[in-house]
């Protein structure tokens, strides 16, 4: 079983930046890929960023591609979401995520931007 633990949210105005980790612990041997999901009020969780734990490979959401970076520290067990020109619409819980569907996931932190 692998443990997510999040950290890094809070409230910024509308062009600002944050950047949210998640530290992994426990059995994360053979981790296929990590990832961000992301739910808003009344809508559906989404996939924000993936990042696959051995080739780096990496994918976003088309509505964060060019703003959000999705990087990892393999010796820390670690991965980042940098979030820049944040909108009011990246408003939601982020959950960190693990695994081939990434199907093992966090408490999930705030993130809220302000008009």
């Known amino acids: 079983q692998v443990q997510l633990v999040e950290s890094g949210g809070g409230l910024v105005q509308a062009g600002g930046s944050l950047r949210l980790s998640c530290a992994a612990s426990?059995?994360?041997?053979?981790?296929?890929?990590m990832g961000w999901l992301r739910q808003a009020p009344g809508k559906e969780r989404e996939i924000v960023a993936a990042?696959?734990?051995?080739?780096?490979?990496?994918n976003y959401a088309d509505s964060v591609k060019g703003r959000f970076t999705i990087s990892k520290d393999n010796a820390k067990n670690t991965v980042y979401l940098q979030m820049n020109s944040l909108k009011p619409e990246d408003t939601a819980v982020y959950y960190c995520?693990?695994?081939?569907?990434?199907?093992?996931r966090g408490q999930g932190t705030q993130v809220t931007v302000s008009s």
């Open positions: 990042i696959n734990w051995s080739t780096g490979f990496t």
């Open positions: 426990g059995r994360i041997f053979g981790i296929y890929a």
């Open positions: 995520a693990s695994g081939v569907g990434l199907n093992t």
